[in-house]
């Protein structure tokens, strides 16, 4: 079985999304960009499958279009809020952190034409269902943690295994970790270093031999571990009047990784307070704040 690879560029980085040929049409994972909807014209019609890794904007983008000339998307209902509705999607990912870093213009407007439009899946999948389609048998590995809703699918066949965002490492494209259930998220990473597969597909990466996996998700936990244990050491020290927490949080994380923020970092920490909690303080700090 061939794996095609689709990129979509945007802001300087990019987002992959593939197309697998079975027997009985076109198995798509993942839409990209709404700018790169020429890519998968050829795909968009009753005999092909569109399987979702999770709802983020940048992976979504041809969602809609595909599904209204036929194409069934599959997706887990832990996400279901992303694809629906785009202005709290904004807020939930970036909006909200508007006075928490320097948020680009070209975020907001890359955000807007590149989402496609608002719209609902209409097969859930669930945890270790395995999917029959044609001459392929792709499972349903449930790994919660970058989003609710996050999977990697399985191609039995091949061992070929596409991960969306869920094995983030270090970070992609030299920035932080993005996720919204610290918990969730290392149990999925302890769940995939058990996994034997020929080949990782991601979103943000090049494509990688299996024997990597177990290694990429064990980055995934000790930086997991090192954030959360920045994060406290900020609150230990913390004076302030709560209101700026987050925003000062995040700076003082990345100033220590060494790295810029951005909004996927904005989440990261805002999860390790939320998860931290009780302390008036950071109830101030979060107050604000809309859950991711
Ligand atoms: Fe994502």
Known sequence: MEVELLRYPYL????????????????????G??????????????????????????????HGYLQKRGVCVYAHPGDLRYYSDHTWHWEALFGQFSEDFDLPAARRTTFVSEIGEEMTPECAIADGEVLSLGDLSIQV????????????????????????????????????PQYADSLAYRDSMEKLTRLSVEKVYCDHNEPMPGSELRKKAEQGIACCERLERRVREFVAGYRGPGERMLGEAVAAVCRAEGKKPGGGICVTVLTHLREMGEADEIRLALEKHIPV
């Open 12 to 31: 300087g980085i990019y987002v992959n999304s593939f197309r697998l040929h079975s027997a009985s049409g076109d198995v798509l994972i993942d839409s």
């Open 141 to 176: 590995i449930a790994t919660p943690g970058h989003s609710a809703g996050s999977v990697c699918y399985l191609v039995r066949e091949t061992g070929d295994l596409f991960t969306g965002d869920s094995l983030m490492g270090e970070g992609f494209f030299g920035g932080l």
């Open 33 to 62: 960009l709404a700018s790169g909807r020429s890519a998968l014209e050829c795909s968009a019609n009753h005999d092909s499958v569109l399987l979702s890794t999770h709802g983020h904007w940048d992976h979504i983008g041809n």
